[in-house]
């Protein structure tokens, strides 16, 4: 079993910086893709950013340049930093493992 729990959300004003944690527990972390999903208010679902056991990263166009994600196999724990943000990225923000473990959410809001 997997799981995952979320941290970091907030508050932010536009261009400000965040940095979301996700500490996940369970025996197939190591093989799994682990990403960084977001969802804003009547929108869908979409892939923020997203990092393989071997360190490749995949972005969002909306985020490159700006979001930069992390992971940690020796502590099972997978990071989003979170600079220049503006209103549109705000959205609960889901940590999840291979698209089928999920955590419950962060919220993350940008405004002045």
């Known amino acids: 079993q997997v799981q995952l729990v979320e941290s970091g959300g907030g508050l932010v004003q536009p261009g400000g910086s965040l940095r979301l944690s996700c500490a996940a527990s369970g025996s197939l972390l190591s093989i799994l893709v682990m990403g960084w999903y977001r969802q804003a208010p009547g929108a869908q679902r979409e892939l923020v950013a997203a990092?393989?056991?071997?360190?490749?990263?995949n972005y969002a166009d909306s985020v490159k340049g700006r979001f930069t994600i992390s992971r940690d196999n020796a502590k099972n724990a997978v990071n989003l930093q979170m600079n220049s943000l503006k209103p549109e990225d705000t959205a609960v923000y889901y940590c999840s493992a291979g698209r089928s473990y999920w955590g419950e959410g962060t919220l993350v809001t940008v405004s002045s």
């Open positions: 990092v393989t056991p071997g360190g490749t990263t």
